[in-house]
């Protein structure tokens, strides 16, 4: 894949010209459409309209590249998106709430190299246990036919795509997609050197391809931190070619609450750290959405709240541990297939669901 074919301007949807700036890493895209820009800092492609970037990023990356710009007459004209910027930056937009608990998380982080995650025969763990089973197993299987492009949206930290299919060892085209930059900034460490990973800083609900450009899309718990919830789909599944997927997992609104006393527990002792959006998507509509844009070929649910009560009990231990990693997700479903079925606090919260776009949108 030539990626600089594909991507697109976020604010008209035209296609792109890309100057690379002779000194470093950095660069530009240019809209002739509708003479918007967009900087490459560090290889990193920073796809944002003005109404969405971060000033102090696009500031630094102007101070920077002056002589670049003004060698390409793109100075004034990288001025005025600043002047954008910053106008809309007096607003704290939804998902730039978000970002502000994110990037507090990755700073925290040690960096690694991927030749360091090997490809594991046997993968444990609640949350990379069943994305490896149902997701990446089958992406596997398709690699053995061709190679293909991968979009993660969100990817945040990279931790089941470098664990489950780690583009340092397996070939295909790996596209990682953030809204936090330092995220990017972090698996830039990590991927250092590899020609088949790009790094996008983007939002989810913009994103800069051209339809039918990705061969699957993977989008692990990231709806629900989306303004629009699974409405967001109309957006994503026309950016997927005829034939592909798009793999998710997804927490849902329940037909039941936690009583008030149980709530606050469950708040201060199960889940206390949470993000400004930890909303859940509308299932029902979610599966309508899915089959007007493609076809839902799989969902699998999950999580009653005792696998989550056991996972906060065991969590340290499961990780590194497929027997256990199985045996609580067998309590799990047995919960659901029983005492599920009656009393609707123990029914599931959450889904992996996997979409297949039948053809052109």
């Known amino acids: 894949m030539d990626i600089n074919k594909e991507v697109i ?56 590249n002056e002589k670049f710009l003004n060698k390409n007459n793109l100075f004034y004209r990288y001025k005025k998106r600043l002047e954008l910027i910053e106008k809309y930056s007096i607003n704290q937009s939804w998902e730039k709430e978000d970002v502000k608990y994110w990037d507090s998380k990755y700073n925290q982080r040690s960096i690694i190299s991927a030749s360091e995650i090997k490809p594991a025969l046997k993968i444990g763990g609640i949350r990379l246990y069943r994305r490896n089973k149902y997701f990446f197993n089958k992406i596997k299987e398709i690699l053995k036919q061709k190679n293909i492009t991968l979009l993660e949206i969100g990817c945040g930290e990279g931790d089941t795509v470098l664990n489950c299919l780690n583009p340092y060892y397996y070939n295909y085209y790996y596209i990682a997609s953030d809204y936090s930059f330092n995220a990017l900034l972090y698996l830039q460490n990590i991927y250092k ?13 913009k994103l800069p391809f051209a339809d039918n450009a990705i061969d699957a899309i993977v989008g692990l718990g990231i709806l629900h931190h989306m303004p629009k919830k699974e409405e967001e789909l109309k957006n994503i599944i026309p950016k997927i070619s005829q034939h592909g997927y798009f793999m998710t ?63 906060k009990i065991f969590g340290k231990y499961i990780n590194n541990n497929l027997v256990l990693t199985k045996l609580l997700f067998i309590l799990d479903d047995m919960v659901i297939y029983s005492i599920g079925k009656i009393i609707r606090l123990f029914k599931p919260g959450a889904c992996y669901a996997i979409i297949k776009k039948a053809g052109f949108l």
């Open 9 to 64: 301007c976020v604010t008209c949807n035209s296609k792109l010209t890309k100057i690379k700036n002779d000194v470093g890493d950095d660069g530009i895209f240019i809209c002739n459409s509708c003479d918007d820009l967009f900087p490459i800092i560090n290889s990193i492609y920073v796809m944002l309209c003005p109404e969405d970037a971060f000033y102090n990023i696009e500031y630094n990356f102007f101070i920077k």
């Open 249 to 311: 997992f997804e927490a849902f609104v329940k037909d039941s609450k936690l009583p008030s006393v149980f709530k606050n527990i469950y708040d201060k002792w199960i889940e206390p750290d949470k993000s400004a959006h930890e909303e859940r998507i509308d299932l029902k509509n979610f599966i309508r959405i899915s089959n007007q844009l493609g076809k839902l070929e799989f969902i699998k649910y999950e999580h009653t709240p005792l696998l989550t009560v056991l996972n």
């Open 193 to 205: 050197g590899l020609n088949n990973v790009q790094l996008i800083q983007c939002s989810g609900s």
